[in-house]
C-alpha cells in the first residue's frame, strides 16, 4: 500500500489548460449537456482506434470484448460514468493527452475569449473536449488501461483546478472509464432519462452502441452514411420531419455520397413551402454538421452559400477538423470544397427537378425564386448556373412562367437581344407605351416586377450569348422589321406644327423632362418617358427609390407620337391657339400618366383635381353637342 501511494504523482496543468478550465467551470451555464457529447465523441474515437488497431496487431488486450460505451447512473451519488472499451491510455499518454500537452483547441478558444467573444456563445464551436466535462463536475477521475497487455491501469483524477493526480488503478478490462461527480447544480444530469435525451440529440448517429442503463440509446446507423440506393424515400420523410419539425414532406431531397477531393456524406432538403412558422425561426438557418457521425453544430452556416440558406439538411465529413471556429470556416479549404460541391448539387437537382418534374419546379420557383435571384444579384460572378432557373412572366405569357431558355428558342431570327421591362408591378408594365412596338411586331417581352429585378439585372448581362436589353432604352436598336406599308403619312402631324407642339411641351415641363423629341417606336401611345442614359445603374434607379429617401430619378426624355389621334388634336389647338389653359393641363396630364406608368409618381393623387376638371371639360362639350 505504502507503495502504492509512493507513486502517486502531483502535477500542475499547462496555463492555457488552466485558464480553460477556471472559464469553463465559472462562467459557462448555457449548453453544459454538451459535455457528455464530447466524452462520447472521444470513446467513440477510442473505439475507432482500436478497431483500426485490430486490422493488424494480434496483440491487444480482450480483444473479444464489445466495442460499446456505457453511461451509468447512480442518481443517489449524483454520479455518472462514461466507459468505454476503446484504445485506452497508458501512464505517459494520460499526461500527455489529458495535462500537458498545448491543445490546439484550448489555445483557439482562448484567443476567441481575448477578442472579446462570449465563451457561452463559442464553446460549441471548438473541441475544447474533455474539459467541458468541468462545467458539471466538482471532481472527476479517468480510470483507464491501454490495450498493450503490457501495460497497467492508472487512474487520473482532478478537481478542474490547478492541478491533477496519477494514480496506479486496478483495471481489468482494456479501456477508458470516466466517473463524473456531479456540481449540486448539475444534479439534473444524474437522470437516465435525461442521459437518453441528450445522448440522442447530440450522438444519436455515433456508430457504436451507446447503453444508457442496459439499452441503447442512440440509433447508430446514420441514414447519409447508407447508400442512396438502400434509402427508401420514406425513410428521407421521416428524417426531414425529424430534422426540421415540418409537418410537410419535403419537395426535394438530395443524397450526396463523395470520397473526393473530400469525404461528403449528405442528404439535403428543400422544403415545400418557404414559410414555416414558428418552428422555423426557433430553429435558426444553417446545415447540421457531423464529423465522423459526430455533431459538430446544428445550425451550421457556411456550408452553402447565402443564397442558399434555405435548402436543411446535415452534412457529414470526416476531413472536417472536430475544432473548427467559426472564425477559421471561411478561409478552410475543406469548407470551401465542400461548400462548392453541395451548391454544384444543389442546382444540378432543381434544374433536373425543372426537367423532370416542371409542375413542381414552378412551385419550388413561387417559394424561393426569390432567393435564386438574389444568387445572382450577389454574385457578380458564377451565376451562370443561377440564370437557366429563373422564370419570368412575359408579354406573351402572362399566365404561365417561361425560362430564358424558352424565351431565346422562339426569338425571331433578326431578334439579338432579350428584352425586359422594368416596373413595380405586372398591372403597370403591361400598359406601358414602351411595349407598343414589341406588342405590333411580335416581340416578346420579360416583365421585371420585383424589386429585387433591378439589381439581378446588374449582374445579368446575357445569356446564351444575347444581351439583355432595357425597352426604355433611349437609343434601343431594333431588329430589321419588314417594313410594313408605315404609318399612313396624312395621319401625322404636319412638321411645322409638330415643331411647335414640341416646344410647348418643353415650355410646360421645363426641368422636369431631359428633352422632348418624336417617337419612332410608339403606335398606340401618344406618347413614353425613357431613360437619357443606358447602362445597367439606372435599373436601380427604382430600387433606390424605395430605399433612399431622398434620392431622385434622374429626369428622363419624352418621346411623342406623331400619328396619335390626341396629339394630333393637341396640334390643331395650339396652332389655333384655342383654349392655352386646356392644352397645358393636358400636356401635364399626360406627362403624370408617363410618371405613373413608370411606377415614378411621387402623388398620384394630387392628379385627381385635374381629372376631374377634364370630366366637367367633356360633360360640357358633349351637353354643347346634343342642345345643338
Ligand atoms: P480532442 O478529443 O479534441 O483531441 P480532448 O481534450 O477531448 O481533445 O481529449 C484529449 C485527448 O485525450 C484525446 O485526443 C485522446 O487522445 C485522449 N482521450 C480522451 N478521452 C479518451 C478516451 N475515452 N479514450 C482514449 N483516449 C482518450
Redesign the pocket.
Known amino acids: 500500500m505504502a507503495s502504492e501511494t509512493s507513486k502517486q504523482e502531483s502535477m500542475t496543468f499547462r496555463t492555457e489548460v488552466r485558464q480553460l478550465l477556471n472559464i469553463l467551470a465559472n462562467s459557462l451555464y448555457t449548453d453544459r449537456e454538451i459535455f457528455l457529447r464530447?466524452?462520447i465523441?472521444?470513446?467513440s474515437?477510442?473505439l475507432n482506434?482500436i478497431q483500426f488497431e485490430m486490422l493488424t496487431n494480434r496483440d491487444i488486450l480482450d480483444p473479444d470484448v464489445e466495442l460499446a460505451i456505457h453511461i451509468d447512473v447512480d442518481e443517489e451519488a449524483k454520479t455518472l460514468t462514461?466507459s468505454?472499451t476503446?484504445?485506452?491510455?497508458n501512464h505517459d499518454?494520460l499526461i500527455?493527452?489529458?495535462g500537458t500537452i498545448a491543445?490546439s483547441?484550448?489555445k483557439d478558444f482562448l484567443q476567441q475569449l481575448e477578442d472579446g467573444q462570449r465563451p457561452a456563445d463559442i464553446i460549441g464551436q471548438f473541441?475544447?473536449?474533455?474539459?467541458s466535462v468541468f462545467t458539471v463536475a466538482d471532481e472527476v477521475v479517468?480510470t483507464?488501461r491501454s490495450y498493450r497487455p503490457a501495460d497497467t491501469g492508472w487512474s487520473w483524477v482532478s478537481k478542474g483546478e490547478n492541478d491533477f493526480t496519477l494514480t496506479p488503478a486496478e483495471k481489468a478490462e482494456r479501456?477508458?472509464e470516466?466517473l463524473v461527480k456531479l456540481k449540486d447544480d448539475a444534479s439534473e444530469f444524474a437522470s437516465t432519462w435525461r442521459l437518453e435525451q441528450i445522448v440522442k440529440k447530440h450522438s444519436n448517429y455515433v456508430s457504436f452502441p451507446i447503453y444508457v442503463g442496459d439499452k441503447v440509446a442512440n440509433q447508430q446507423t446514420a441514414l447519409w452514411r447508407k447508400s442512396p440506393s438502400q434509402v427508401e424515400d420514406k425513410e428521407y420523410e421521416d428524417f426531414y420531419r425529424q430534422l426540421t419539425l415540418d409537418f410537410e414532406a419535403p419537395l426535394l431531397n438530395i443524397h450526396l455520397v463523395t470520397d473526393a477531393p473530400v469525404d461528403i456524406r449528405s442528404i439535403l432538403f428543400i422544403p415545400k413551402k418557404r414559410d414555416r412558422g414558428l418552428l422555423q425561426q426557433q430553429g435558426g438557418e444553417g446545415l447540421r454538421l457531423y464529423s465522423k457521425k459526430v455533431l459538430i453544430q446544428e445550425h451550421f452556416k457556411d456550408l452553402l452559400p447565402e443564397y442558399l440558406r434555405f435548402v436543411e439538411g446535415i452534412v457529414d465529413s470526416q476531413d472536417l477538423p472536430?475544432?473548427i471556429s467559426r472564425e477559421t470556416v471561411q478561409s478552410n479549404r475543406i469548407v470551401r470544397q465542400i461548400q462548392k460541391a453541395l451548391t454544384g448539387r444543389v442546382l444540378k437537382s432543381l434544374r433536373e427537378l425543372m426537367d423532370e418534374k416542371p409542375e413542381d419546379y414552378i412551385m419550388f420557383w413561387q417559394e424561393f425564386g426569390y432567393f435564386i435571384k438574389e444568387g445572382i444579384a450577389t454574385n457578380p460572378f458564377g451565376q451562370d448556373d443561377l440564370t437557366s432557373l429563373l422564370r419570368f412572366q412575359t408579354t406573351n405569357s402572362e399566365e404561365s412562367l417561361v425560362s430564358l431558355d424558352e424565351y431565346v428558342e422562339r426569338m425571331p431570327e433578326s431578334q439579338a437581344k432579350i428584352y425586359y421591362i422594368l416596373g413595380d408591378s405586372l398591372n403597370a408594365v403591361s400598359r406601358s407605351p414602351h411595349l407598343d412596338y414589341f406588342r405590333d411586331h411580335n416581340l416578346e417581352v420579360l416583365y421585371l416586377v420585383d424589386p429585387l429585378d433591378g439589381f439581378m439585372m446588374q449582374n445579368l448581362r446575357e445569356y446564351q450569348e444575347k444581351a439583355f436589353q432595357n425597352v426604355d432604352d433611349p437609343d434601343i436598336e431594333l431588329p430589321e422589321v419588314e417594313k410594313e406599308a408605315e404609318e399612313k403619312p396624312e395621319t401625322r402631324v404636319e412638321e411645322t406644327d409638330f415643331g411647335h407642339l414640341i416646344m410647348r411641351f418643353k415650355d410646360v415641363l421645363g426641368e422636369r423632362v431631359k428633352d422632348v423629341r418624336e417617337s419612332h417606336l410608339l403606335t398606340d401611345s401618344p406618347c413614353r418617358l425613357v431613360s437619357a442614359e443606358s447602362g445597367p445603374e439606372r435599373d436601380l434607379q427604382r430600387v433606390r427609390r424605395l430605399i433612399e429617401k431622398d434620392y431622385e430619378v434622374p429626369v428622363k426624355i419624352l418621346e411623342i407620337n406623331r400619328g396619335h389621334p390626341l396629339v394630333r388634336n393637341l396640334a390643331y389647338l395650339i396652332r389655333s391657339g384655342a383654349n392655352g389653359p386646356l392644352v397645358d393641363s393636358t400636356i401635364e396630364q399626360l406627362f403624370e400618366n408617363l410618371l405613373l406608368l413608370e411606377g415614378l409618381h411621387p402623388n398620384p393623387a394630387k392628379m385627381v383635381p385635374r381629372i376631374q376638371t377634364f370630366l366637367e371639360a367633356a360633360l360640357q362639350h358633349s351637353e354643347a353637342e346634343e342642345t345643338e
Open positions: 464530447e466524452l465523441s472521444n470513446a474515437d477510442a482506434r462514461i468505454d476503446g484504445i485506452g491510455m499518454e500527455e493527452n489529458l491543445h483547441g484550448a473541441g475544447v473536449g474533455f474539459y479517468v483507464t479501456g477508458t470516466i472536430l475544432n
